[in-house]
T-cell receptor, first 112, second 113 residues
Framework: GEDVEQSLFLSVREGDSSVINCTYT??????LYWYKQEPGAGLQLLTY?????DMKQDQRLTVLLNKKDKHLSLRIADTQTGDSAIYFC????????????FGAGTRLTVKP | DTGVSQDPRHKITKRGQNVTFRCDPI?????LYWYRQTLGQGPEFLTY????????KSRLLSDRFSAERPKGSFSTLEIQRTEQGDSAMYLC???????????FGPGTRLTVL
């Protein structure tokens, strides 16, 4: 089946950049998402990228997509303690496909 | 617009009991989704409604699970004869028409003893 994989843990110091990586296997993935989940809270959509894009930047967030390698990354600049959370990568095949597939999540810990 | 809400936030039940969860989507959203998230995993798709019609169900949705969205607004997810393996966070999400983004509620955490 199709898989979305992420490393489970990442620890950075406050002020540093964080890079969270994700790989997926479904070559027909068209839409790729990053969600943030804080303890006891629901999933918060951070950003998404279409498969015909290489990069998308939104304030401190930069998403890079290497479609050839099926690799997606999320870079958080100037990481703050409030960024500590679990980050989920997700992919969706096309507009009409409603089965959004998630990775297991990367727990980001930001140390002061 | 208060976002997607779910009720209850926590539910503890004994094995064999039935439970029902409610989801209220964002008011103008016509699509509603249910997901299940177990500890240490990402959400897994369960089912999807467009207005009141249930258009897609995952293989994860056994016969003990039933979901409804009778008026095309709120939805309920019922689990009959709960098992310990049903313990998970049940997430609801909604989206509008041509939008590609799903907005998630806070989830209902189910614990089956």
């Amino acid at each position: 089946g199709e898989d979305v994989e992420q490393s489970l843990f990442l620890s950075v110091r406050e002020g540093d950049s964080s890079v969270i990586n994700c790989t997926y296997t479904d070559s027909s993935s068209t839409y790729l998402y990053w969600y943030k989940q804080e303890p006891g809270a629901g999933l918060q959509l951070l950003t998404y990228i279409f498969s015909n894009m290489d990069m998308k930047q939104d304030q401190r967030l930069t998403v890079l997509l290497n479609k050839k390698d099926k690799h997606l990354s999320l870079r958080i600049a100037d990481t703050q303690t409030g960024d500590s959370a679990i980050y989920f990568c997700a992919e969706k095949e096309d507009y009409n496909n409603n089965d959004m597939r998630f990775g297991a999540g990367t727990r980001l810990t930001v140390k002061p | 617009d208060t976002g997607v809400s779910q009720d209850p936030r926590h539910k503890i039940t004994k094995r064999g009991q039935n439970v029902t969860f409610r989801c209220d989507p964002i008011s103008e959203h016509n699509r509603l989704y249910w997901y299940r998230q177990t500890l240490g995993q990402g959400p897994e798709f369960l089912t999807y409604f467009q207005n009141e019609a249930q258009l897609e169900k995952s293989r994860l949705l056994s016969d003990r699970f039933s979901a409804e969205r009778p008026k095309g607004s709120f939805s309920t997810l019922e689990i009959q004869r709960t098992e310990q393996g049903d313990s998970a966070m049940y997430l609801c999400a909604s989206s509008q028409g041509t939008s590609l983004t799903q907005y998630f509620g806070p989830g209902t955490r189910l614990t089956v003893l």
